[in-house]
């Protein structure tokens, strides 16, 4: 199993600023992704975080909005940018080891644009 | 198109009894599948997981049976306990792509 650690837990923040979420895992891990899910709803796939190359984004989310880097195997961040109160949601950082094999998840970042 | 189901927004059950939550999905490629349960302010924790090639696993409590031919699968829980209400989703993945493709969630509440 993985562990990954991700921070901040939780932000209020203004509209128009950008907020970078970060998320570190434990061990080399082969993907990670970024969701996003917003109150009642399921998990919302934002991108999958490629190491050493662009994210690749799911329809609906573009990289201008939500830039990610992933400089290394163990670790990757979510930016969002000019943030509106449509935005406030809470993102999750996951990563997978291999084909057949459970997802781990982060704790979670709850954020609130005002 | 929703690729996963889950049909059913909340179950109430009596602790100690057994819990029932189902999953049906419409990809004849998905080929693993698998059981989180999520806590309000945490992010999802894995339960249990089945390959296709298994119409049952089980795991202390919790067991999956998959009918690959109704394309359903469900998750028990004997006996439930009151730590176990949450919301549980159910997901899937097809042979060689790593997304997982998420259903909608099953807001489970064990009444003491």
């Known amino acids: 199993s993985a562990v990954i650690s991700q921070k901040p837990s939780r932000d209020i923040c203004q509209r128009g600023t950008s907020l970078t979420i970060q998320c570190q895992v434990d061990?080399?891990?082969?993907?990670m992704f970024w969701y996003r899910q917003q109150p009642g709803q399921s998990l919302t796939l934002i991108a999958t975080a490629n190491q050493g190359s662009e994210a690749t984004y799911e329809s609906g989310f573009v990289i201008d909005k939500f830039p990610i880097s992933r400089p290394n195997l163990t670790f990757s961040t979510l930016t969002v940018s000019n943030m509106s109160p449509e935005d406030s949601s809470i993102y999750l950082c996951?990563?997978?080891?291999?084909?057949?094999?459970?997802?781990?998840f982060g704790q979670g970042t709850r954020l609130t644009v005002v | 198109d929703q690729q996963v189901k889950q049909n059913s927004p909340s179950l109430s059950v009596q602790e100690g009894r057994i819990s029932i939550l189902n999953c049906d999905y419409t990809n004849s490629m998905f080929d693993y599948f698998l059981w989180y349960k999520k806590y309000p302010a945490e992010g999802p924790t894995f339960l249990i997981s089945i390959s296709s090639i298994k119409d049952k696993n089980e795991d202390g409590r919790f067991t999956v049976f998959l009918n690959k031919s109704a394309k359903h699968l469900s998750l028990h829980i004997v006996p439930s306990q009151p730590g176990d209400s949450a919301v549980y989703f159910c997901a899937a993945s097809a042979q060689s792509n790593y997304q997982l493709i998420w259903g909608a969630g099953t807001k489970l509440i064990i009444k003491p």
């Open positions: 996951s990563a997978r080891g291999g084909l057949n094999t459970e997802a781990f």
């Open positions: 061990s080399q891990v082969t993907m």
